[in-house]
T-cell receptor, first 111, second 115 residues
Framework: RKEVEQDPGPFNVPEGATVAFNCTYS??????FFWYRQDCRKEPKLLMS???SGNEDGRFTAQLNRASQYISLLIRDSKLSDSATYLC????????????FGDGTTLTVKP | DTGVSQDPRHKITKRGQNVTFRCDPI?????LYWYRQTLGQGPEFLTY????????KSRLLSDRFSAERPKGSFSTLEIQRTEQGDSAMYLC?????????????FGPGTRLTVT
């Protein structure tokens, strides 16, 4: 079993749709959590950190459920430019040593 | 451009040859990471440095792989006696852990093809 698991998709949605991705992690001692975005043939870039209280950044909302060991990302009013692969990332240390990446969920937003 | 840079961007080599990649992190970042990524997979952790000290190395990293960061600035990743299974994108990232987001900034990667 992988340490970080994601539904690979692909998710194909129309513009304006709301889409949610989930991610589960196996190590209950994990401390910090992130969502990264990776465009085709590009490097990953941080989308947002995930806090226990949940956090929102514009159209993006991230939630963490430590009891169930899963992380979610909600994208509202999706745009064509949201098309990318979304990577769930888990760190064991609060000061971000080794990061364990999921294999990503691919989103395609269509007009 | 003050981002993370990697050189070369592409490398084609024959099986059995040695290759070396270079990463220049963002100048004030004291942590540097190496990852490997294959198609359809997320980046896989290889190793990381804090300044010049190599703090962790993946158990998946065979003895053919070695990384250095001699002066705590740029880093090199060497693969000896390359195998076809080494073909992948090699990503370098850097971070400044005192920032609240712990964001890792990635370079564009070096794509290795072993023939």
């Amino acid at each position: 079993r992988k340490e970080v698991e994601q539904d690979p998709g692909p998710f194909n949605v129309p513009e304006g749709a709301t889409v949610a991705f989930n991610c589960t992690y196996s190590n209950s001692a994990s401390q910090s959590f992130f969502w990264y975005r990776q465009d085709c043939r590009k490097e990953p870039k941080l989308l947002m950190s995930v806090y226990s209280s949940g956090n929102e950044d514009g159209r993006f909302t991230a939630q963490l459920n430590r009891a169930s060991q899963y992380i979610s990302l909600l994208i509202r009013d999706s745009k064509l430019s949201d098309s990318a692969t979304y990577l769930c990332v888990v760190n064991m240390l609060t000061n971000a040593g080794k990061s364990t990446f999921g294999d990503g969920t691919t989103l395609t937003v269509k007009p | 451009d003050t981002g993370v840079s990697q050189d070369p961007r592409h490398k084609i080599t024959k099986r059995g040859q040695n290759v070396t990649f270079r990463c220049d992190p963002i100048s004030e970042h004291n942590r540097l990471y190496w990852y490997r990524q294959t198609l359809g997979q997320g980046p896989e952790f290889l190793t990381y440095f804090q300044n010049e000290a190599q703090l962790e190395k993946s158990r998946l990293l065979s003895d053919r792989f070695s990384a250095e960061r001699p002066k705590g600035s740029f880093s090199t990743l060497e693969i000896q006696r390359t195998e076809q299974g080494d073909s992948a994108m090699y990503l370098c990232a850097s971070s400044y852990p005192q920032t609240s987001s712990h964001e890792q900034y990635f370079g564009p990667g070096t794509r290795l093809t072993v023939t």
